[in-house]
């Protein structure tokens, strides 16, 4: 399943439902540049956004911490007034932290994780 479906999934949003399409994709970019701001190794993200040899945009990422990590951190930011924001957030940090404590995520070895 391509990343934006999964993320429109964990906000409750109908994959044919693409209102909110633009705001999920800028929150997916988002956190993957915090991720990588603060230490994770891009190898990490499959090329996220990039396109294939073929040409196709690549729209997944295999590793299930770092599609947790964004997960996290658009449930935290999407939406203008979100009650939850906070306890996503601190989740957010959590498993961000975890990730910067493992080698395989900060060294660009991947396939370890």
């Known amino acids: 399943m391509e990343l934006l479906?999964?993320?429109?999934?964990?906000?409750?949003?109908?994959?044919?439902?693409?209102?909110?399409?633009?705001?999920?994709?800028?929150?997916?970019?988002?956190?993957?540049?915090?991720?990588?701001?603060?230490?994770?190794?891009?190898?990490?993200?499959?090329?996220?956004?990039?396109?294939?040899?073929?040409?196709k945009q690549i729209d997944y990422i295999t590793d299930g911490n770092i599609r947790q990590c964004i997960i996290l951190f658009s449930k935290a930011y999407f939406g203008i007034d979100n009650p939850d924001k906070e306890f996503y957030v601190d989740h957010y940090r959590f498993k961000k932290a975890q990730l910067l404590n493992q080698s395989a995520y900060t060294d660009g070895d991947t396939n370890a994780v």
Not at 9 to 29: G, P
């Open 5 to 55: 479906n999964q993320i429109k999934q964990s906000l409750r949003i109908t994959a044919d439902n693409t209102a909110f399409d633009d705001e999920i994709t800028d929150l997916i970019h988002q956190a993957i540049d915090d991720l990588e701001a603060s230490g994770v190794s891009p190898p990490a993200f499959n090329r996220y956004g990039e396109n294939d040899e073929s040409g």
